[in-house]
């Protein structure tokens, strides 16, 4: 029997639109019996929130010398050009209904983000860019009531009601005696729904296709319009050669793109075949745990209701896997 690989998830002619059998539509009534979570699921989700969860001390350490446009920018021509090489030799076996919805996974799943997390650094510590992205699993089960005819119990609504006060919990910031609202959290806010959106394309639209090859046609085209704005929108030409450009911002910054990005997506992508949408996204259960050690490992203070913040988003996620075990569909 074929065990397939990372290189190798779905058959070319998965790829080519001439599968045996279709998959079922997303919006046809069905119900979802729950299945236990494999090793291998388990494993990618483990991995994937340690990566991610680090990645915004990354950002951090990247802001040190990089703008945040040149931080974005360095990640995705980074990620783009580790996957040229398959996009050059899959592009011709991806079916052209799949195209436009991987040229879009790209754009609002890493290109999109990219920018807005890396603006957002420069004003929120990092670990509360990660705790915020605890909001990922909500807005996927937003998404799916307000598009995919999903139902949820009122655990559901009371774990997105949850997660959103959290979430404006971690957007308080102390300014003097004063309480008020960080708006530059506002765009890890967006930045997170792009994620859910993104999680739903792949998982409903692009269900055929290798995650590979999804990876690697998404960010080509994203890596190339990072080179446009890193030459025409930014100085970083002109940085090349000063001191501490050699340094380790610039590792971090292509450590993001390599793992972050490219290496993660695939796994990321692979992890949707395995499992749904909702549980593919709490890999975000542990990015903030994981963003949060980093930040006070590196020096940041957070406040008390930050961390009612994190423990609201936690608890907001809970109620959302525990009304969503058998999720299932409306009829239309």
């Not at 290109?111 to 990922?136: E, H, K, M, Q, W």
């Not at 009122?154 to 919990?169: P, S, V």
């Not at 967006?190 to 055929?208: C, E, M, S, W």
């Not at 290798?210 to 446009?228: E, F, K, N, Q, Y």
């Amino acid at each position: 029997m074929h065990t397939p690989t990372p290189d190798d998830d779905l058959p070319a002619e998965a790829e080519t639109g001439t599968a045996a059998q279709a998959l079922p539509d997303p919006l046809v009534p069905a119900t979802a019996h729950p299945q236990p979570l494999s090793l291998e699921a388990a494993l990618l989700i483990v991995l994937l929130a340690l990566v991610w969860g680090s990645s915004f001390i990354l950002m951090k350490r990247g802001l040190s010398y990089f703008s945040a446009p040149e931080v974005a920018s360095i990640r995705m021509v980074a990620a783009g050009a580790l996957m040229l090489p398959l996009a050059l030799t899959r592009l011709r076996r991806v079916e052209r209904v799949h195209l436009p919805a991987m040229l879009l996974s790209g754009l609002v799943g890493s290109f999109v983000p990219a920018y807005l997390f890396a603006t957002a650094g420069r004003y929120i510590d990092s670990a509360i860019s990660g705790a915020l992205n605890g909001l990922s699993p909500l807005f996927t089960l937003l998404l799916g009531l307000a598009f995919f005819n999903l139902k949820t119990s009122w655990q559901g609504y009371a774990g997105i009601l949850a997660g959103l006060a959290g979430a404006l919990a971690l957007s308080l910031v102390k300014a003097g005696p004063a309480t008020s609202l960080n708006a530059w959290a506002l765009l890890v806010v967006v930045a997170t729904l792009l994620y859910a959106i993104n999680i739903n394309l792949v998982k409903y639209r692009l269900q055929q296709a290798s995650s590979v090859t999804i990876t690697a046609v998404a960010l080509v085209p994203t890596g190339l319009l990072g080179t446009a704005v890193l030459v025409w929108a930014t100085p970083f030409v002109d940085r090349i050669g000063q001191p501490g450009f050699w340094g380790v911002p610039l590792v971090c910054c292509l450590t993001l793109g390599i793992f972050g990005s490219a290496i993660s997506i695939i796994l990321y992508n692979r992890l949707l075949k395995q499992v749904s949408a909702l549980v593919a996204s709490t890999v975000t259960y542990l990015m903030p745990v994981v963003s949060l050690g980093w930040g006070i490992w590196d020096g940041e203070r957070v406040q008390p209701w930050q961390y009612v913040g994190l423990l609201l988003i936690l608890a907001g996620m809970g109620l959302v896997g525990y009304a969503n075990r058998r999720p299932q569909h409306r009829a239309v």
